[in-house]
């Protein structure tokens, strides 16, 4: 708040948005299947102040950099800087109707950019909620998931799920939440003090702005549903398949085309089986849901990379490590392991130096909490 004043000479109203870590259900959310993320302790933060015009100033914090809008005439699309984020917000908005006066705006965060803990919805989520107080509109945190997932969509150009969104929405402090992502519907699970989430970051960047691999990945994925359709035109996602019926029709399919959607059929099983074994705090039965999660990721989906690999073989070798996959959308990014909380310090220090020992690289380890989901920063 104090390099906001500084800047723009108005003390400003604070809002904050949690990054995310899935634990377990990747890839599942575009398929409107079920997902089980955790919101972190790893935030934007956003400060707005009122303005006299039509313009938006958010100046980063991170990038050092101001960029300025026109409210009254908003870009329709991308130009490849971190800039897009903000603006797609207040395009997203627009669409559905909401306008408000101007503003400035200051943005700082500690969400890694680019290693899967979805630092993109951390500065969506931050901005649409500022803007939405801004403009004296109060939704259901649901549907203001709903708009930042269509910023990303269809402005940012990156067709991902509602998943990302939705968490730094709906965090519920000490828990994962169980989401569907056709209903929406979710349910908060137990992550008790004596497991700790521990984030290794492969220092190996993945960017969805410029779509790439993420969306030639869902593409194989649509191209297996619509064999399926052509025989029940009713399926409406891989969430209506289950793996047999997947395997009955694979004859018909590239092999890739098969190997993507059975990740997909395979890993909605995996998170229910994942969400039950939460429930009962049963974390090695969890924890062999999250290495078959890595497995299929790697082989089936080929959204793993080398580094990831490595840092879960490291990790599973740990004492009181129950799983470790990678998360977020792959190709780089960071892994995830569920440690129990008196091993943190020894799992640390022995991950760290096998990653550097095996890679030449110095890997950042981030140890967190679930978190609440965003809201006003008292």
Not at 73 to 83: T, V
Not at 236 to 253: C, I, K, Q
Request: charged share 20%; with cysteine.
């Amino acid at each position: 708040m104090a390099s906001h004043q500084a800047r723009f000479g108005e003390q400003g109203r604070a809002f904050q948005a949690p990054g995310r870590v899935n634990l377990i259900g990747e890839h599942t959310d575009t398929s409107e299947g079920f997902v089980l993320p955790a919101a972190l302790d790893l935030r934007t933060i956003s400060v707005l102040s009122p303005r006299t015009d039509s313009k938006a100033n958010f100046f980063s914090v991170n990038f050092e950099q101001q960029a300025t809008f026109d409210l009254r005439q908003l870009p329709n699309g991308p130009r490849r800087h971190w800039s897009d984020y903000p603006a797609s917000v207040l395009w997203s908005l627009q669409q559905r109707g909401i306008r408000c006066d101007g503003f400035d705006m200051t943005l700082s965060g500690n969400v890694p950019v680019g290693s899967g803990l979805s630092s993109s919805a951390s500065v969506e989520v931050a901005v649409a909620v500022a803007v939405l107080a801004h403009a004296g509109i109060e939704l259901p945190k649901p549907e203001v998931a709903k708009i930042c997932q269509s910023a990303e969509n269809n402005f940012i150009g990156a067709q991902s799920g509602i998943m990302d969104q939705f968490t730094s929405c709906c965090g519920v402090e000490g828990h994962a939440i169980l989401l569907d992502c056709r209903s929406l519907a979710y349910e908060p699970l137990p992550l008790p003090e004596q497991v700790l989430l521990v984030i290794c970051n492969t220092m190996v960047k993945h960017s969805l702005s410029d779509g790439g691999e993420y969306n030639e990945r869902r593409a194989e994925v649509q191209e297996g549903l619509r064999i399926f359709q052509a025989h029940r035109p009713a399926i409406h996602t891989l969430r209506d398949v289950g793996e047999e019926e997947l395997r009955s029709h694979a004859s018909e399919m590239p092999k890739n085309v098969f190997l993507r959607c059975l990740h997909v059929v395979t890993e909605n099983s995996r998170v229910l089986q994942a969400a039950e074994a939460l429930r009962t705090l049963d974390f090695a039965n969890f924890g062999q849901r999250m290495h078959e999660a890595h497995i299929s990721m790697r082989d089936n989906y080929a959204a793993s990379c080398a580094e990831a690999d490595t840092l879960v073989e490291l990790a599973e070798k740990q004492p009181g490590c129950y799983g470790a996959r990678i998360t977020g959308a792959g190709f780089g990014g960071c892994t995830v392991n569920l440690v129990a909380t008196e091993h943190t310090d020894k799992f640390v220090k022995n991950v760290r130096a096998g990653y550097r020992q095996a890679t030449g690289i110095q890997a950042e380890i981030y140890l967190s909490r679930a978190s609440d989901g965003a809201g006003p920063l008292m």
